[in-house]
Antibody
């Protein structure tokens, strides 16, 4: 069974940092592209970042570029999101989501349950 | 950036009736569109990809159609467990990957 389990969320002050993790199981992690997607309270879904299977190709949403860093450790079957210079508008549930391995990539076939990040003083 | 617009924002449908949800792209995206269902307090779940292909385990009452800029998700006979917010997402031209604002489906 494919599982993605996020951790590392919590309360942080504006300007602070947080590191999220996503532990994968039930599939060959090293062959899949993975993303972070977030959802502010009561709002819709927003794609945050993408990393390919090797970690060599990385993309970010403009809203987080220069502040967030995505990375992965295929040996540990884990994905990470280092979040710096956090702002109130970064408050959201953060999901890791697997990109489907299909001819046309870009949609998400499995999602974790999410971890809540709250940025507040 | 491709902007995805969903309508209506809220849809009230009687049990057993048909629900029709719309999604429009700001520019043509061929058939590179996915639909997700998100129930209250849960993560999104993939329903449809390639505009019309049901994901594994998705009931046949869910169907997707459209191409170019206009897309539709149809729930043929609404059941109580279908109460959720539904999102469309394009993957034709990215980054960024973009979602619509969602349609909330409720029971009338």
């Amino acid at each position: 069974e494919v599982q993605l389990v996020e951790s590392g969320g919590g309360l942080v002050q504006p300007g602070g940092s947080l590191r999220l993790s996503c532990a994968a199981s039930g599939f060959t992690f090293s062959t899949y592209e993975i993303n972070w997607v977030r959802q502010a309270p009561g709002k819709g879904l927003e794609w945050v970042s993408y990393i390919d299977s090797s970690g060599n190709s990385i993309y970010y949403a403009d809203s987080v570029k220069g502040r967030f860093t995505i990375s992965r450790d295929n040996a540990k079957k884990s994905l990470y999101l280092q979040m710096n210079s956090l702002r109130a508008e970064d408050t959201a549930v953060y999901y890791c989501a697997r990109t489907s391995m299909s001819l046309l990539r870009g949609y998400f076939d499995y999602w974790g349950q999410g971890t809540l990040v709250t940025v507040s003083s | 950036e491709i902007v995805m617009t969903q309508s209506p924002a809220t849809l009230s449908v009687s049990p057993g009736e048909r629900a029709t949800l719309s999604c429009r792209a700001s520019q043509t995206i061929s058939s590179t569109l996915a639909w997700y269902q998100q129930k209250s307090g849960q993560a999104p779940r993939l329903l449809i990809y390639g505009a019309s292909t049901r994901a594994t385990g998705i009931p046949a009452r869910f169907s997707g159609s459209g191409s170019g800029t206009e897309f539709t998700l149809t729930i043929s006979t609404l059941q109580s467990e279908d109460v959720a917010v539904y999102y469309c997402q394009q993957y034709n031209d990215w980054p960024p990957l973009t979602f619509g604002g969602g349609t909330k489906v409720e029971i009338k």
